[in-house]
């Protein structure tokens, strides 16, 4: 989407990328996502509830204009949140 061509392109410029595109919680709940996790697994982990892990899912694929955990995960890889 262009929100993340944009963001690539910011960061490849070393130009400042928007603190706001994604929250600190949002960072962490898509970290586990790209690492495999189920909704389950995250709200054990961050102790939360599942529901609560499908709503951050939700917004943030909505931010992101992606549609599925593939999308987050490419996106992870891409902005550096997870290793490859």
Same mark, same amino acid.
């Given at each position: !989407? *262009?929100? +993340?061509? #944009?963001?690539? &392109? /910011? #960061?490849?410029? %070393?130009?400042? +990328? @928007? #603190?706001? $595109?994604? !929250? @600190? /919680?949002?960072?962490?709940?898509?970290?586990? $996502?790209?690492?495999?996790? =189920? =909704?389950?697994?995250? *709200?054990?982990?961050?102790?939360? =509830?599942?529901? !609560?892990? #499908?709503?951050?899912? *939700?917004?943030?694929?909505?931010?992101? %204009?992606?549609?599925? &955990?593939? %999308?987050? !995960?490419?996106?992870?890889? &891409? *902005? %550096?949140?997870?290793? @490859?």
């Amino acid at each position: !989407t *262009a929100l +993340i061509r #944009d963001y690539l &392109r /910011r #960061d490849r410029q %070393g130009a400042q +990328i @928007p #603190d706001s $595109i994604l !929250t @600190p /919680r949002e960072e962490e709940i898509i970290k586990l $996502i790209a690492e495999g996790h =189920s =909704s389950k697994q995250i *709200a054990h982990t961050l102790v939360i =509830s599942a529901k !609560t892990v #499908d709503r951050h899912r *939700a917004n943030i694929l909505q931010k992101l %204009g992606m549609h599925d &955990r593939l %999308g987050l !995960t490419r996106f992870a890889i &891409r *902005a %550096g949140l997870v290793e @490859p």
